[in-house]
T-cell receptor, first 113, second 114 residues
Framework: ETGVTQSPTHLIKTRGQQVTLRCSSQ?????VSWYQQALGQGPQFIFQ???????GRGNFPPRFSGLQFPNYSSELNVNALELDDSALYLC????????????FGPGTRLTVL | GESVGLHLPTLSVQEGDNSIINCAYS??????FIWYKQESGKGPQFIID?????DKRQGQRVTVLLNKTVKHLSLQIAATQPGDSAVYFC?????????????FGKGTKLSVIP
């Protein structure tokens, strides 16, 4: 176990709805990244938060947004859900912005109907 | 082996044999590489990493080799065990030195035959 936790484990939404996914980083880690993993694919970087500010973003539209809180936990929000948003959403944390080893949580499986 | 953009390759290995999983990375400026293991229904699990100023790094039963000339990375697993069965991903830091953004390949599925 990495110490990174995510909730919920599974979620079913319908197209057009909004969803919020949550992540608690490993103790002592102040940098959190979010990834989307479609079935049979590698994880794709969505964005990263360092000390409550977005610090890097992948090729995802603005309807994907996030927050990081003072305790370094984080949320991923997705508005106007589309069928293609169905995926495993992974949160990963690192000790600091300039450290490399990143540890993943178990993920949230989102299904959009 | 594996390369970004190809379908998921599969490697079948007899228990006790050594496994070699290959990865072709995309960016010659990438300065950091990492291997993850992902079991079905779980998040990726860190295995080993290597910086671009190194050619080889060893861990417990695992070795990572980096060939920057041909942009190739490999993961060697010694004495492969049934618990090693999983999908293995290589990832590179494509954001460059001082920044951090991991780009993952599609993975290689390792099946261990008892």
């Amino acid at each position: 176990e990495t110490g990174v936790t995510q909730s919920p484990t599974h979620l079913i939404k319908t197209r057009g709805q909004q969803v919020t996914l949550r992540c608690s980083s490993q103790s002592g880690h102040n940098t959190v990244s979010w990834y989307q993993q479609a079935l049979g694919q590698g994880p794709q970087f969505i964005f990263q938060y360092y000390r409550e500010e977005e610090n890097g973003r992948g090729n995802f539209p603005p309807r994907f947004s996030g927050l990081q809180f003072p305790n370094y936990s984080s949320e991923l929000n997705v508005n106007a859900l589309e069928l293609d948003d169905s995926a495993l959403y992974l949160c990963a944390s690192r000790r600091g912005r300039d450290t490399d080893t990143q540890y993943f949580g178990p993920g949230t499986r989102l299904t959009v109907l | 082996g594996e390369s970004v953009g190809l379908h998921l390759p599969t490697l079948s290995v007899q228990e006790g044999d050594n496994s070699i999983i290959n990865c072709a990375y995309s960016n010659s400026a990438s300065d950091y590489f990492i291997w993850y293991k992902q079991e079905s229904g779980k998040g990726p699990q860190f295995i080993i990493d290597i910086r671009s100023n190194m050619d080889k790094r060893q861990g417990q039963r695992v070795t990572v080799l980096l060939n920057k000339t041909v942009k190739h990375l490999s993961l060697q697993i010694a004495a492969t065990q049934p618990g090693d069965s999983a999908v293995y991903f290589c990832a590179e830091n494509t954001a460059g030195a001082g920044s951090y953004q991991l780009t993952f390949g599609k993975g290689t599925k390792l099946s261990v035959i008892p």
